[in-house]
């Protein structure tokens, strides 16, 4: 299969001489894979994001974009290749639905001239292949987050990138539309695109995702398919609580136990 990205033996600190959030990390991303990285608040999954599209300058190891390293390519070449949507995006200015995915062609459009009309086309069927149509005149800052998150989406595929990275894509999602916009990834999947996406629940891994890597003590403890690393044994070591998986239909799902904390509330009675 056609290698979109590879990723070698890759490390990461904030500052010089800070411990390394993650370190020796390496995989591949072919067209058409699905990864989806899981592993418990705060252990680096947004930061290796930023890694993977060039936001972050990696200490050691080397990251290749349809072959070439991503050190020696422009943003505007990046944004070509990779579409990015970042966790908890806040709109600033009230621009319509239709200009903010019109956004996503701007590698394609030169700075002084005005977008054609294949970029209006490519924008429109984005807005229409998401199920938005309906909002393209509505002012973007007036949108539920669910919404904005769908507006994210249609935009990024409007770069018509080779690559999807994608933090916690279902955040702001109700429970419709994350189900919806997991098989959305699916089908685009299906067409070719790659989709690397972080997220805190296993069970969409099974629902779309042809690969999982869980993070955890700076490394992927495990990496593989969903089948393969999603157990209840891993899932024990990413998050320190108890998991059943169940058989249901044609997926597995995955139940997480009660943990039976034992709170000390006393000073709440007294209040
Ligand atoms: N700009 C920054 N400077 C220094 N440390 C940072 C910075 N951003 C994040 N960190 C730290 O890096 C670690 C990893 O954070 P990161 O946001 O990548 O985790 P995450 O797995 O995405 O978390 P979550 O699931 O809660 O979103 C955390 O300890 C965080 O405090």
Redesign the pocket.
Known sequence: MEKIMEVKNISFS??KD?PE?FENITFNIEKGDVLCIL????????????CLNGLHEINNGKILLNKKNIKTLSFKEISKMIGYIP?GHIPSFPFSVFDVVLMGRTPYINLSAAPKEKDLTITENALKNIGIYHLKDKPYTNLSGGERQLVFLARVLAQEPDLLIL??PTSHLDFGNQIKLLEILENLSKLGLAIVM?S?FPDHAFISCNKVAI?KNKKFIDFGTPEDVITEENLKKAYGINVKLINFEDRKVCIPLKTNLNLNLENFKKI
Do not use: A, R, V
Request: a negative charge.
């Open positions: 904030y500052e800070s959030i592993g418990p608040n705060g252990i680096g999954k947004t930061t290796l994001i930023k966790q933090d916690e972080s805190h993070m």
